[in-house]
């Protein structure tokens, strides 16, 4: 019991938790082990998805079917995304956590100095890097997801399935799964450190407004994930308890490092078994990560709301649907690790000038808190995302999902005739599936 991953975790959970109650400022020396964890992560991250997008194009039998799979994708992401804003926009006017603050002479917090002025000029220009090797020198994940499909797309249209450079695509992505392997014993000890540096800097000293707005965000992302996905699980036909069953540890580890990129490397590897064929995962999980941050939504919408009441600023509807509006843009792209949402939040404030941007400093101190059910609310929208569009592509195998759940799909309503007997996009997905279970 104990050599499992997840009870691991959930044990460094615990001597965190205790930790950082009993000696709270050894708890915060424990913290560079949580960032350590992440920042070997965050090293591999860029050729990561590079790798998984790049192997999965390349399998494409037909080019035309990634057109529409980047189509279908967007959409998905797009509705859920706006749906997940819209709730966290009703849970802050109805509940009002910041009301009777009256913080109306914040300072400007230097977590805010620097943020850049977006607009969507900006972030389309932004996806674009000024070399290839600046893509993954910045590990901006946009700009690696453009540089990731423009080489899968040449190399299926240049190279056939024996070429070299194909082959070696796939051992490079072997080799990786590897290093990631190594790097995933150490999750215990990741967890650790940044769940005892959160509980011991801010586990008894929150105060009661900032108590009521991390209630309500938990609220509004558990609110989402229980109707809005739900439903999604509804229509495709799938069990949502059985598939938050199947990706139970990436949850544990989420939910002890804040980060949702500690789960790519075994959502990809799981999301395979279940009967999504490889080209939908290679697409939709990575691209996922920046267009489809469900959890950072809810934030977003959650926090300017927050920041309007608690700073008495006045924000009508029509305000709040023009940042509903830009938030569309700038909740997207980014890093999914603790503190990528806060400065995306920056950026947003500086950008329409409406807030002000002291406010900002009310919610450095529980962003940690926050960061946790936002990166979980982020992981299982991508998961479900993967599910969907598979199904939604007729890239599905029902059997694979039964043999590895015990669970039969039912059918799915996204298609007017599904026969749960579903083609794969990729020409060897399963072959490419079983050299990946190999390297674990």
Known sequence: MLKKLHVQ????????IILGLVSPEWAKAMKPLGQAFIALLKMLLAPLIFLTLVHGLTHIKDMKKLGRLGVKSLIYFEVLTTVAMLIGFVFVNVLQPGSGLHATDLAEPDAAKGSATLSAVDFFLNMIPHTIVDAFATGNVL????????????????????SVIVK??????????????????????????AMSAAIGSYGGETLIYLMKLIGVFYAACFFFMVFALGAVTWIIGLPFLTILKVIRDEILLVFGTASGEVAFPKLIEKLKKTGCDEAVVGFVLPTGYSFNLDGTALYMAIAVGFIAQATDTPLSLIDQLVLLAILSFTSKGGTTVAGGAFIKLAATLQSVKTLPLGGLGLLFGVDRIMATIMAITNII????????????????????????????????????????????????SNQSSQVLDKSH
């Open 9 to 16: 975790v959930i044990i460094a959970i615990i001597a965190a």
């Open 143 to 162: 700009q690696v997801l453009v540089v990731s499909i423009l080489a899968g797309m040449a190399i299926n249209l240049c190279c056939g399935p024996d």
């Open 168 to 193: 070696g695509i796939d051992e490079a992505q072997t080799i990786l799964f590897k290093m990631l392997g190594f790097i995933m014993k150490l999750a215990p000890l990741g967890a650790f450190g």
């Open 381 to 428: 929208g991508n998961t479900l995302a993967v599910y969907a569009v598979a199904r939604w592509e007729n890239a599905f195998d029902a059997d694979a999902f039964e043999k590895q759940t015990g669970k039969r799909p039912k059918r799915s309503l996204l298609r007017a005739k599904d026969s749960l007997v579903e083609t794969p996009l990729a020409s060897d």
